[in-house]
């Protein structure tokens, strides 16, 4: 299929890159800053521009993969197209494309960081489409790509990518926290390689609240408040620990 | 060496199997539960007790290992002992053992679930002794179960014990609410593991600071709030969504 991509970012990238191994054709690359454009379309074989009065209209596929802000300009700016015209976002609307005639959502249920090379195989892909031929044709190109296809609906994607920030983004700023505390004492972050391991393998192995551990599931009040006093009341650190310590005797009392 | 165990909870049971794997002799499991004390002697070979005044004084090592509410208690209890009396807890200070002439920390730095087996020679086990003698003999157990044996303080200790929390059970309190929001949708949470193994694989290959994404990180407050929306402002996970994104965004700021 031939392919447009609207978007330079880390889910732009790790898509175009997917799909041009996949033996697909990317005819052009849109980012609203033609250095950007430059260097994936250079990635991929494609045509840069950051103009969408330049985007071709007869392409098989639009994916627009911009931040959710953006995404409604994008629309409003594209010409009228005859192809599937797609976002990836978590938690936009199918409905925000529905000047287009073909219209759906290609979900890429993943963390992307654009240094990082990933086996998109392995990525969760959720499929949306307006007609049974959008859905089709987006289902087609993401098996190319993905094992783990799977048709979506609004309800459920939203539900997806909510799940996903709190075991994804929300997980790795505690990261961020923890590797502060370490750094203050001198120590080094990989000294929590082996937990962070062992949490995340027994997380994968059993429901995750039968693997809970710590203070507060053990009602530990002695150790929280010398916890908290360490942490100084001023800070976030200090109320992120107080509310997840209570979410968690909450739930440890819900069983 | 010879060795008694008080205490027969999920780090008694993994530190008692590892000592014993090791070619030690564990004398003795003390649990004020008879019946739990059973259970851990049966597997190591040890006898049973649930009197404090029954422990031998002889031995060689003696590891407190109970929830640290009970380790005072445990240690007015005892007989005067000779060997090294050593507690196992991240944030009990290492004074709690006076009393007694050795005495010392034998902390292990990883989370524990009694059915789950682990590779205790990848678990961190920090040290300290009131004395050289103390530490020495405590380093010497330590290293014949880990290839990762430190020598602490107390205050290294305790920015550990709390890098940990965060890192382990508050993350896996957040898998918890993410399983929630899934199963509420009748999702699984299966699709969730490519997700969380490529989450804890970046924190681990690079600062955690750097790899973090999401719509806190790009102060996308129309994705924050449809997702608070959802939540409902009177559930902690809201909460937590809230304070967490804060923090992410402060931190983002601060960079």
Redesign the interface.
């Known amino acids: 299929m031939n392919i447009v991509i609207i978007g330079s970012g ?1 889910v732009a990238t790790h898509l175009a890159l997917a799909i041009k191994n996949a033996g697909h054709t990317i005819w052009q690359i849109f980012s609203r800053t033609i250095s950007n454009a430059d260097v994936l379309a250079g990635m991929v074989g494609a045509e840069a521009t950051n103009d969408c009065l330049a985007l071709r209209t007869d392409a098989d596929i639009y994916l627009i993969s911009v ?3 953006h995404i409604a300009d994008v629309i409003s700016n594209m010409p009228q197209v005859n192809g599937v015209v797609a976002h990836t976002a ?2 936009v609307s199918l409905d925000v494309l529905s000047r287009f005639s073909l219209y759906g959502v290609f979900y890429p ?5 654009k240094d ?1 090379v ?1 086996n998109f195989r ?3 892909l959720l499929v949306e489409g307006n007609l049974s031929v959008a859905r089709r044709r987006l289902r087609a190109l993401a098996e190319d790509i993905s094992d ?1 296809v ?1 048709k979506s609906n609004e ?2 994607r ?22 502060e ?2 750094s ?4 080094s ?1 990989d ?10 393998q ?8 039968y ?8 009602f ?1 009040k ?2 929280i408040n ?2 908290l006093a ?2 100084g009341d001023d800070s ?2 200090y ?3 107080q ?2 310590s ?3 005797m ?2 440890t009392r819900d069983e």
């Open positions: 880390n931040t959710d802000g978590g938690s249920f993943q963390t992307f960081t990082k990933l392995e990525v969760p783990y799977q309800e459920k939203k539900a997806l990518h909510m799940s996903a920030v709190f075991a994804c983004n929300f997980v790795n700023h505690l990261y961020v926290q923890a590797d505390l370490l203050k004492a001198g120590l972050f000294l929590l390689a082996p937990l962070i391991r062992e949490t995340t027994k997380a994968l192995s059993m429901k995750p609240k693997a809970q551990t710590g203070p507060a599931s053990r530990d002695e150790v010398s916890h360490a942490l976030l650190s109320q992120i620990y509310l997840l209570e979410s968690i909450q739930a």
